[in-house]
């Protein structure tokens, strides 16, 4: 059992933005959210998956919408408990632990301004490992766990309760919801016991994103130092570096899909690279040789500071560099690529992992 | 007739004049005062004297200046604000002022408040305005404030609870200079209101530089049209810079890249400016500085604020040279604005930048003795070396391996090699020490539009037609003559998670100044 503070937010917030792959909204505001409702409340008890108590209630908390819409409207304080609550009062029963069910941007830091305000434990775990766009891709969807019920809030005082047949229906549901809400909505889903949540979330994800976020904040290190040093602690590869040539940004079913182009910089002199995304960067190639595919992690850094760029401020003449890290195993068996493997987005190819893709170069 | 262009930097205040054809005809450098004021009227009346024109023939001046970021970096100068956000139910997770440092917070904040109000993305009301909040706050503040921020969620969207709030801040507080979001940022609402906090606490710096300008120019009876650099490389006029003070920040970087395009005539090229301490590298693209993508932060607080795209390494005409045991090191420190008194070929003792091209026959002939000693195999190997930094830096900033044109700028360039890998030719135009000064002269005006569309009623091409319109509109409202105006830049963002209806839009127009072309 430890305490999160102000500085492992700070940390926590980059690191999450990392493992945001480009997508789950810009961690600053959520930064911002935190450190006040720290200030506020106070430090919030964050427990690893060993200290939880096998009936303890776990709920996740989380933001759905729009990174543009959560940039522009900051969310009030009232949302980030009204889901929590709502749900408290379906179920009949007191919360123990809240989660995210997200670690990749934004929603790392959400579950966190819920537990200070509440007085709530936090767990050192997500059902995700990085960040994806819909509801039911998380662990608790391959384990065969139900989301409802699912409990909504917004700003203006509205909460809904819905009891979805499954993730798929969830995501659906909650789509249309959120869209009415303005945009963005507080969600609570896979409330569960905690001996089924020990056995179903990626554990110490957290604590992962706060060393990711430590490396990368060290000012003792050069850029270079912190990506290594980041790479080595993911078991993770440099893709290559390059600068932005080209970058493409179209509409499909609610969606920014787009493409980016490179042109090589440095030892990548000379050759073309290429990003697909769907608000999260799902492809890499080295002309039409696959280097990475979803469901692994690909992550565009800024070579200057070696900070993480999300796909909205991803521009025409940016020198970055692109790494890869391996995905929880989770998603490498057949249900997990069904559910975000490449195929699931639309490509006409199977998953290969990155460390083999890797080791063909 | 003649334009006269002022540019204040941090030593040196240079001014330009240039006649009608925008050919430079002379440029003066004189050390920036401590009050500016001086610096200004000392450069400018040096200009016209050792010119010997008639005052009556400069019909436009223009003023890059540095006073803002200077009142906000030194906390000096700033307005007290009364802070009104619309938003309530939402926003209240992180309040105004939330991040920033918080000397400039006591500097500036009277009070704040968030207020009932507010818009969704795609138009709705978050919720109906409530007279009574704004009254009860006007109150408050009553005789403390100095200026009004309003910043309501979504106003690049919609302005229009922006302005009915103004209305009735006005209606409790009289004439109150207030500054509205919506006129100043885009789509991100701290950033926004942030920036719309600061321009409303740069009132008085904005008053300050519109009338020193003023007066300068009356004492020297100079009756010309006062214009303002703006961060983007444009001009304002001067009732646009009265109330958006902050966007005469950052012009100095824009306006060298500016001036060193029009010196050498180019659209398109890499801006290597070379000072003592540091080269910084820009592009130009279309005759423009290309923009950071990064936010900016302004004495310690983020902004929305665009910036040129530089990047800086520590490689100067000052930089020293270490020999180590079989190697050696360039820089990243510098003598500085001390070269004159500690480089070896000024007969000091620090192995300078400025001593190796020396010894390679490159620059200061006359001081080629002094450096004799040095030994010409280590010379080039260092060179090579500085050389090879350039370029890879350079390379950094170029956006594609074309071979692209090299524009020279600075005191230092003379450590520049003729030739550059991945440059077609190197450009080291006259006047190139005043190129900030030139560029603030060059007189072209800009309009400016960010805002979603919903595509619901109407297509892409609409939306992005209408949202021309509305930049074109804007660039003739400071000051553009419609018939030169083009569009520079066309950016659409489609909001993610939202299906097939909201899109984001920016556009910027730009056009000469009107009684130029007519």
């Given at each position: ?27 600053y ?333 | ?67 803002c970021t200077?009142?906000v ?24 002022f939330?991040d920033w440092p918080?000397?400039l ?44 921020a309003?910043t ?27 500054s509205?979001s919506?006129?100043i940022g885009s789509?991100g609402f701290l950033e926004r209101e942030n920036a719309t906090i600061i321009n409303a606490a740069l ?28 961060n ?12 958006y003070?902050i966007l005469?920040m950052g ?41 950071s993508?990064l936010s900016v932060n302004i004495g310690g607080v983020n902004t929305n604020f665009r910036m ?211």
């Open positions: 059992m430890r305490y999160i503070d102000e500085v492992a937010i700070e940390k926590i917030a980059l690191g999450a933005a990392v493992l945001g792959t480009g997508g789950g909204g810009d961690p505001i959520g930064k911002l959210m935190a450190k006040e409702a720290i200030r506020k409340y106070g430090p919030v008890r964050l427990i690893t998956i060993d200290e939880l108590e096998d009936d303890q209630l776990v709920v996740p908390v989380s933001g759905m919408g729009a990174p543009t819409v959560t940039i522009e409207k900051i969310p009030s304080e009232h949302e980030m408990t009204a889901a929590l609550e709502a749900l408290e009062k379906v179920i009949g029963r007191k919360v123990d632990v809240v989660m995210p069910i997200e670690i990749g941007g934004i929603n790392s830091l959400f579950p966190i301004i819920a537990a200070a305000k509440k007085g709530l434990t936090m767990l050192d775990a997500d059902a995700m490992g990085r960040a994806f766009p819909e509801a039911q891709m998380v662990t608790f969807h391959l384990d065969g766990y139900q989301p409802s019920p699912v409990t909504m809030a917004d700003e203006k005082g509205n909460t809904v309760v819905l009891y979805p047949r499954d993730g798929v229906w969830a995501e659906r549901l909650a789509r249309v919801l959120t869209i009415e809400m303005g945009g963005s909505s507080s969600v609570c889903d896979y409330s569960m016991l905690g001996k089924q949540i020990k056995t179903s979330v990626i554990p110490d994800t957290l604590t992962l994103a706060e060393r990711i976020g430590d490396y990368l904040l060290d000012p003792q290190l050069k850029e270079q130092a912190r990506i290594n040093k980041m790479l080595e602690e993911l078991r993770g590869y440099r893709l290559f570096e390059g600068k932005i040539v080209d970058i493409e940004r179209g509409l499909n079913s609610g969606f920014t899909r787009g493409i980016a182009k490179f042109e090589g910089i440095r030892e990548d002199y000379g050759k073309t690279f290429t990003i697909y995304f769907q608000n999260e960067h799902l492809v890499a190639k080295e002309e039409e040789k696959l280097l990475c595919t979803t469901p692994d992690l690909i992550t565009v850094l800024d070579t200057e500071t070696g900070y993480p760029i999300t796909t909205e401020r991803m521009k025409y003449g940016a020198r970055v560099a692109v790494v890869a890290f391996p995905c929880h195993e989770k998603w490498r068996t057949p249900k997990g690529i069904e559910t975000a493997g490449p195929r699931y987005f639309g490509y006409h190819f199977d998953y290969i992992p990155v460390e083999e893709l890797q080791k063909e170069r | 007739m003649y334009r006269l262009g002022i540019d204040v930097g941090g030593t040196n205040t240079d001014a330009a004049l240039l006649d009608n054809h925008l050919q430079v005809v002379h440029t003066v450098k004189v050390p920036t005062t401590k009050d500016v004021e001086s610096g200004i009227f000392n450069a400018i009346s040096k200009v016209v004297k050792e010119n010997k024109i008639a005052t009556s023939s400069i019909t436009f001046a223009m003023l890059g200046t540095t006073h200077n009142a970096v030194e906390r000096k100068r700033l307005n007290k604000v009364g802070v009104i956000r619309i938003g309530l139910p939402a926003t209240t997770s992180i309040p105004s939330t918080h000397d917070r006591e500097e500036i904040e009277v009070a704040s408040t968030i207020i009932s109000g507010g818009y969704e993305f795609d138009g709705r009301l978050i919720s109906e305005l409530k007279k009574e909040e704004v009254l009860k706050f006007c109150r408050e503040v009553k005789g403390t404030a100095e200026c009004i309003i309501g969620v979504f106003a690049p969207v919609n302005k229009e609870q922006e302005l009915v709030v103004a209305e009735w801040v006005r209606e409790e507080l009289g004439d109150i200079p207030i509205l919506h006129e789509i009132r008085k710096t904005g008053k300050m530089i519109v009338d020193g300008f003023a007066e300068a120019l009356k004492e020297l009876d100079i009756k010309a049209e006062m214009y303002f650099s703006q983007d490389g444009t001009l304002m006029n001067e009732s646009y810079a009265l109330r003070p005469t012009c100095g970087p824009t306006n060298s890249i500016r001036g060193s395009a029009h010196l050498s005539g180019l659209q398109d090229a890499i801006v290597l400016d070379v000072g003592g301490t540091t080269s910084d590298i820009g592009v130009l693209s279309n005759g423009f500085p290309r923009q993508s040129p795209d530089i990047l800086s390494i520590g490689l100067g005409g000052g930089t020293h040279i270490r020999e180590t045991k079989d190697d050696f090191t360039i820089g990243p420190d510098s003598v500085g604005y001390k070269i004159t008194q500690k480089a070896i070929l000024f007969g000091g003792d620090e192995l300078t930048a400025s001593d190796i091209v020396t010894r390679l026959g490159h620059a200061f002939e006359d001081y080629k003795e002094q450096v004799e000693h040095l030994p010409a195999s280590f010379c080039k190997q260092v060179f090579s070396k500085m050389t090879e930094m350039l370029e890879d830096a350079i390379d950094q900033m170029k956006t594609s391996s074309k071979e692209t044109p090299l524009i020279l700028s600075g005191g230092g360039s003379i450590i520049v090699p003729h030739m550059l890998k991945g440059i077609s030719n190197v450009i080291r135009p006259d006047h190139y020490g005043a190129a900030n000064a030139i560029g603030a002269a060059l007189g072209q005006v800009s309009g400016e539009i960010e805002r979603s569309y919903s595509l619901d009623q109407m297509s892409r091409e609409e939306a992005i037609e209408d949202a021309r319109k509305l930049a074109t509109e804007e660039a003739i409202r400071a000051g553009a003559d419609k018939s030169t105006i083009s569009i520079v830049s066309v950016e659409d963002i489609p909001l993610a998670y939202l299906p097939g209806n909201a899109l984001f839009i920016r556009i910027k127009a730009v056009g000469d100044l009107i009684s130029i072309s007519t």
